[in-house]
């Protein structure tokens, strides 16, 4: 379907930049170019098998098509529309060093994230980082790195919020034990443990990634008591209920819940921060706008970073490690991976406060 909808695009592109050779007015030009838009999303919304192909056929149109377009436009004017022809150029420039940008670059940008929260029920300092959405087909440099840099925070207590791996049949399995070696070869650990939950594109025995390591991989919801942190981990489906409700049963206790989807946040939940994954943050930002996409039934503006939620909780929502894969575009804009780092503070510590580096 790719190859027939780019050939397909590619006779309306010829067609287009014909008519933008005889047209005499910008007018002209510029109704070319919107209808060529409209023809491509609407045959991206025809050939399209789901959302993420759809996402996948009309990054085709704006990247490979509005660079065909506009080079067309530059070549067909440029003896006789000098100034046209030097806008159109510099837009073909502009849209090829985005596509180097957004595939190439920002996908492997990672921002590392601190945030601080302060608690009068904390009493003693505790590092959390938070691994969330490595969510790989090809476990390489890039991922190890940023299992090495989680390392390098030197957390007290690890936290895996799901979708680990991205890859059908043998390939997973091959990728799984690329992991569990290399976690094995760097001692991943942390003195207060290290927890994990499933993803949405984990499998039923995604925990065998994790096997023969020191790593508690939870399947069903589980409260693990920490010194003076109270952790529930939460199963994959209670994650994705906006109808949760959840009791502490300790108060005293500074209670921490670790999902998957931010969508059980939208329930009763009683705890003082809840961590989350799944949403990338979006993966594409637009400027003024936000994510178009996040995937999740929580408000947009919940999709990274902190959110202080109605009962005085907070939730805080990694923007994840990878991509999503399959027939997704592997891409990334205005939303760089992020690797989360969490200080505990007892409440007379610096008022809260978060800083990026």
């Given at each position: 379907?790719?190859?027939?909808?780019?050939?397909?695009?590619?006779?309306?592109?010829?067609?287009a930049?014909?008519?933008?050779?005889r047209s005499k007015?910008?007018?002209?030009?510029?109704l070319?170019l919107?209808?060529?838009a409209?023809?491509?999303?609407?045959?991206?919304?025809i050939?399209?098998?789901?959302?993420?192909d759809?996402i996948?056929?009309?990054?085709?149109?704006?990247?490979?098509?509005?660079t065909?377009l506009?080079?067309?436009?530059t070549?067909?004017?440029?003896?006789?529309?000098k100034?046209?022809?030097?806008?159109?150029g510099?837009?073909?420039?502009?849209?090829v060093?985005?596509?180097?940008?957004?595939?190439l670059?920002?996908?492997f940008?990672?921002?590392v994230?601190?945030?601080q929260?302060?608690?009068?029920k904390?009493?003693?300092s505790?590092r959390?980082?938070?691994?969330?959405?490595?969510?790989t087909d090809?476990?390489?440099?890039y991922?190890?790195s940023v299992?090495?840099?989680?390392?390098?925070?030197?957390?007290?207590?690890?936290l895996?919020a799901?979708?680990?791996?991205q890859?059908?049949g043998q390939q997973y399995?091959?990728?799984?034990?690329?992991?569990n070696?290399?976690?094995?070869?760097?001692?991943?650990?942390a003195?207060?443990?290290i927890?994990?939950?499933?993803?949405n594109?984990?499998?039923?025995?995604?925990?065998?990634?994790?096997?023969?390591?020191?790593i508690?991989?939870v399947n069903?919801?589980q409260?693990?008591?920490?010194?003076?942190?109270r952790l529930?981990c939460l199963g994959?489906?209670?994650?994705f209920t906006?109808?949760?409700?959840?009791?502490?049963p300790?108060?005293?206790?500074?209670?921490?819940v670790?999902?998957h989807?931010?969508?059980?946040a939208l329930g009763r939940?009683?705890?003082d921060?809840?961590i989350?994954?799944?949403?990338?943050?979006?993966?594409?930002?637009l400027?003024?706008?936000?994510?178009?996409?996040?995937?999740?039934?929580?408000p947009?503006?919940w999709?990274s970073?902190?959110?202080i939620l109605?009962?005085g909780?907070?939730?805080l929502?990694?923007?994840?490690?990878?991509?999503?894969r399959s027939?997704?575009p592997r891409?990334?804009?205005l939303?760089?991976?992020?690797?989360?780092?969490?200080?505990?503070?007892?409440?007379?510590s610096?008022k809260e406060?978060s800083t990026?580096?």
């Amino acid at each position: 379907m790719t190859v027939l909808y780019n050939l397909v695009l590619l006779a309306v592109d010829c067609a287009a930049i014909f008519i933008i050779r005889r047209s005499k007015s910008i007018f002209s030009w510029v109704l070319t170019l919107i209808a060529t838009a409209l023809i491509a999303a609407l045959l991206a919304a025809i050939m399209a098998t789901d959302h993420f192909d759809f996402i996948r056929l009309a990054a085709y149109g704006i990247f490979l098509h509005g660079t065909v377009l506009a080079l067309g436009s530059t070549l067909a004017w440029w003896r006789t529309k000098k100034g046209l022809a030097t806008l159109s150029g510099t837009a073909s420039v502009f849209l090829v060093s985005l596509v180097y940008y957004i595939f190439l670059v920002e996908p492997f940008w990672l921002e590392v994230s601190y945030w601080q929260i302060s608690s009068p029920k904390i009493h003693q300092s505790l590092r959390i980082v938070v691994v969330a959405d490595l969510q790989t087909d090809n476990f390489g440099d890039y991922e190890r790195s940023v299992l090495r840099r989680a390392m390098e925070e030197k957390p007290d207590l690890l936290l895996l919020a799901g979708d680990y791996i991205q890859a059908p049949g043998q390939q997973y399995q091959l990728i799984s034990q690329q992991i569990n070696k290399f976690l094995r070869d760097i001692h991943f650990s942390a003195p207060n443990g290290i927890y994990a939950v499933q993803g949405n594109v984990d499998p039923p025995n995604w925990h065998e990634i994790f096997n023969g390591l020191n790593i508690t991989a939870v399947n069903a919801r589980q409260t693990f008591d920490i010194g003076e942190l109270r952790l529930t981990c939460l199963g994959l489906g209670e994650s994705f209920t906006k109808s949760l409700t959840m009791t502490n049963p300790d108060p005293d206790s500074f209670h921490l819940v670790l999902g998957h989807s931010p969508d059980f946040a939208l329930g009763r939940i009683d705890a003082d921060l809840l961590i989350a994954g799944h949403t990338h943050g979006g993966q594409v930002c637009l400027p003024l706008i936000g994510p178009p996409i996040v995937l999740a039934r929580v408000p947009r503006s919940w999709a990274s970073g902190l959110t202080i939620l109605p009962d005085g909780a907070k939730l805080l929502v990694s923007r994840g490690i990878g991509m999503e894969r399959s027939c997704a575009p592997r891409m990334r804009f205005l939303c760089r991976p992020e690797l989360m780092v969490i200080d505990l503070k007892p409440e007379q510590s610096n008022k809260e406060n978060s800083t990026d580096k």
